[in-house]
């Protein structure tokens, strides 16, 4: 009988394994399953939910394709063995074989009982889902195609091993210690074992179906019928009748449909798209957005550089065995056809502004809500649009705001916001975003911006990074938040968003060659020069959470040459390389990604680098301490206090500064590679430094002319038209340079550190501390700038 089961297993495997393409739940996962994380693979006992020999085929497979022990392998522990490594949770019981607890399997039994203090095996959840689509009511093929909170029957489970042999996911779990539950009577070791397995594979199933939608249709009256909406109703001044049909329309406005077969088709078209188009993508941060996806609902808060981004992080998760999220998508995005598709596709649609409707702010609150409630995760870009210039935009608070109103009601797993950076090589629409640089309006989308895209398949737009970063768990980050949590919270995720950047080749070379006279560069110089800010980035990142790409300076150049970012003129005397003025402009964006990884060494190069004397610690600390916290306040860096002594120590090692006798600090002496490396990664900040100059040195004038005082408004006007005035004079070919919101950001934080003091007539006053920084600028500023800013004040 035995011979027989075996012989009918191989053969099961054999056709199972002919069908089927099981996914496993993160990529990276197999990496920490195959020991890289410091986890033995050889010590796992495998626990499925039900009796199921599919489940344990499937299971076996994977295995197999990891190179790990198979669930059929024996295993030894405490002096014990065991033929089998694994084991079923729930047990088929009575004539219908319904799948219970109620008698635990003899192996789990035994193993709990066998397991001491010093047992080295963990028990792994293992969970298999048949099809990926939660539970909906009105579509019997669905619901017979697709896994759902139900247990998957047979007649399921076969359908599935034909027509969704390609969405079978494996979901390894986080393992239990067999050790943590030893010394516990085996009685009581088996029911806490159960309770334990029992909440991880359901955590699992959460984070790889969703929740179950099976009263999908009720969740319009449930919304219509909420206290919060129901009091919109009622101070409305309309008659009920009408109120309550505006209220009905809001509701069919915002809410998504989330369609398991229209993500299966897009899954496809978009997996021919990527191929066509890039060279790949990489991912970074999968291993702990599974952990927290097991026990939370998790809020994916990206930057928004790109249409892309919506679609490239649904397509990732859905193929990495993770729930896809509810997307909060602009109405303008509500077009005919496509917005009919991007609702199949988890998108549901929301007014830019809301304030002056009162039903509606309550409708797509109370769905809000809802989602949450559910246990969905959601999708939202705190920026609010794209950005234009390459740099993230201020947080907008409102969705920020409505998901802690959210927490704050209750809701049944904790919410987990999950930064995500999205880094690009080449952006899709660099067309349209150099036309809005140079001056043109923004254009809205429309459906003809679809048809137009079908013809990038013919360009290579190189490689996309997606990095996720450290998750903000809400409920533990309230526990420390001050005076605006809204504004605190969009500001931390700002923060973690840039933290998790991509450094790519791009970045690299726009970083160098847009810190020359003519956005030129002899191929040795910028090779050596990108070698350089490459050992400065690996050196800090062990201190960080960006990425950095593996390739050299030579390949980063030569990389960027082939997907026509670069141009090479030949000469006599050797190759230079070169943007033209226009596509300079564009590289301002590539730049402007990352610009704040070096931010802290190249003020660090500006304060040195024009000095002939040593530079001391402690006054080089104080000027860091004063002018750094602005520049970081806009560009999204977390201020840390060992930051300038690290970056010191690794620009000493990389013979970027030398340590005088004295302990100060001096540039490398003149004709010394190093020293025209220094000047080259002190241009960096220095636009931004010119531009807070331009603030300083108008309001210390308006002081010493008394009867010119600026009120904050003149000053941020004032200061916007000369700094447009500067970039066309002195070819600072950056749109951001007179960016209003820049300055307006400035002056603000001024006034708020006191620095800045706003009379009753709105006039402003400053302290000493202008005056002071006003003398530290002469030797950073270029003296033909400061004079140009003096006679223009």
């Given amino acids: 009988m035995r011979g027989l089961k075996a012989l009918g297993y191989r053969i099961s495997r054999k056709i199972i394994g002919w069908l089927v393409r099981p996914q496993l739940a993160g990529a990276e996962a197999e990496l920490t399953l195959n020991g890289e994380a410091g986890v033995d693979t050889g010590n796992f006992i495998y626990v499925m939910d039900s009796r199921s020999l599919s489940d344990l085929i499937v299971v076996d497979l994977v295995c197999e394709r990891l190179e790990m022990p198979g669930p059929l392998t024996p295993i030894e522990y405490s002096r014990h063995r065991e033929d089998r490594r694994f084991f079923f949770l729930n047990r088929p019981v009575g004539w219908f074989r319904r799948q219970t ?177 890039y060279d790949g993508v990489e991912v970074h941060g999968i291993p702990r957005l599974q952990r927290v996806a097991e026990s939370h609902t998790v809020v994916y808060v990206p930057s928004h550089r790109s249409h892309i981004d919506y679609l490239l992080l649904s397509y990732l998760l859905f193929y990495r065995g993770l729930m896809i999220p509810h997307i909060a998508a602009g109405d303008n995005l509500d077009m005919p056809v496509v917005g009919s598709i991007l609702r199949r596709g988890g998108a549901f649609f929301m007014r830019r502004q809301f304030r002056d409707d009162p039903i509606y702010a309550a409708v797509f609150s109370e769905y809000l809500y809802q989602v949450y409630r559910r246990g969905h995760c959601v999708e939202f870009f705190p920026e609010g649009g794209r950005s234009r210039t390459g740099r993230l935009l201020p947080a907008r608070v409102g969705l920020i705001k409505m998901t802690l109103d959210c927490h704050e009601r209750g809701v049944p797993r904790p919410l987990a916001l999950v930064p995500v950076y999205f880094g690009y090589e080449k952006l899709i629409e660099a067309g349209s975003y150099l036309d809005e640089l140079r001056g043109s309006e923004k254009q809205r989308e429309s459906i003809t911006d679809i048809f137009k895209s079908l013809r990038l398949i013919r360009d290579d737009f190189g490689k996309v990074d997606v990095n996720f970063g450290e998750p903000v768990i809400v409920n533990e980050w309230l526990t420390g938040s001050e005076e605006n949590p809204p504004f605190e919270l969009g500001q931390e995720v700002m923060l973690r968003i840039n933290e998790a950047a991509s450094i790519n080749p791009v970045n690299l070379v726009a970083l160098v060659t847009l810190s020359t006279p003519r956005f030129a560069a002899d191929e040795a110089r910028l090779i050596e020069q990108i070698d350089c800010y490459l050992a400065l980035l690996r050196a800090d990142e062990p201190s960080n959470d960006f990425t950095v790409t593996t390739l050299d300076g030579a390949s980063v150049v030569n990389y960027v040459e082939q997907l026509g970012m670069i141009s090479r003129e030949k000469h006599d005397f050797g190759d230079i390389l070169c943007h033209d003025p226009v596509n300079a402009v564009l590289m301002t964006w590539y730049r402007n990604n990352v610009v704040h990884t070096l931010a802290l060494p190249s003020l660090i190069a500006c304060l040195i680098h024009p000095r002939r004397r040593p530079l001391n610690r402690l006054a080089l600390n104080t000027m860091v301490d004063t002018v750094f916290p602005y520049i970081a306040e806009e560009l999204y860096i977390r201020v840390d206090d060992g930051a300038t002594d690290r970056w010191l120590t690794h620009m000493v090692a990389l013979g970027l500064l030398e340590l005088h006798p004295t302990g100060g600090y001096l540039a490398p002496p003149a004709g010394d590679p190093n020293q025209h490396r220094l000047q080259l990664l002190s241009s960096i900040i220095q636009p931004t430094l010119e531009r807070l100059y331009i603030v300083i040195a108008l309001l210390a004038r308006s002081t010493q002319d008394s009867g010119n005082l600026r009120t904050r408004q003149s000053l941020q006007d004032d200061s916007r038209q000369i700094a447009q005035k500067m970039s066309r004079i002195y070819g600072l070919n950056a749109p951001e340079f007179f960016d209003a919101r820049l300055f307006n950001l400035f002056v603000d934080k001024l006034i708020a550190d006191g620095v800045i003091g706003e009379q009753e007539d709105g006039t402003l006053t400053h302290t000493g501390i202008v005056e002071d920084v006003l003398k530290a600028s002469r030797a950073v500023i270029n003296p033909e700038f400061r004079y140009a800013i003096l006679r223009e004040g």
């Fill in 101 to 277: 607890m109620q008698t635990p399997s003899e192996r789990m039994v035994r193993i709990l009982g066998n397991a001491d203090e010093q047992c080295e095996v963990s028990l792994l959840p293992v969970a298999v889902f048949w099809g990926r689509a939660p539970q909906k009511e009105g579509s019997i093929w669905r619901a017979m195609m697709s896994e759902n909170w139900a247990v998957t029957s047979r007649l399921k489970r076969l359908a599935n091993l034909v027509f969704s042999r390609k969405f079978i996911v494996v979901s390894y779990g986080t393992p239990i210690p067999l050790k943590e539950l030893a010394g516990t009577e085996d009685n009581r070791v088996v029911r806490r074992a159960a309770r334990l397995l029992r909440v991880r594979l359901r955590n699992q199933r959460v984070a790889t179906l969703g929740p179950d939608f099976s009263h999908q249709r009720t969740l319009a009256e449930q919304i219509l019928s909420s206290r919060s909406v129901r009091a919109a109703i009622a101070a409305s001044e309309l008659k009920p009748a009408q109120a309550q049909r505006r209220a009905r329309k809001a509701v069919q406005s915002i809410a998504s449909n989330m369609s398991f077969p229209t993500i299966r088709v897009l899954s496809r078209l978009l997996t021919w798209f990527w191929q066509e188009i």
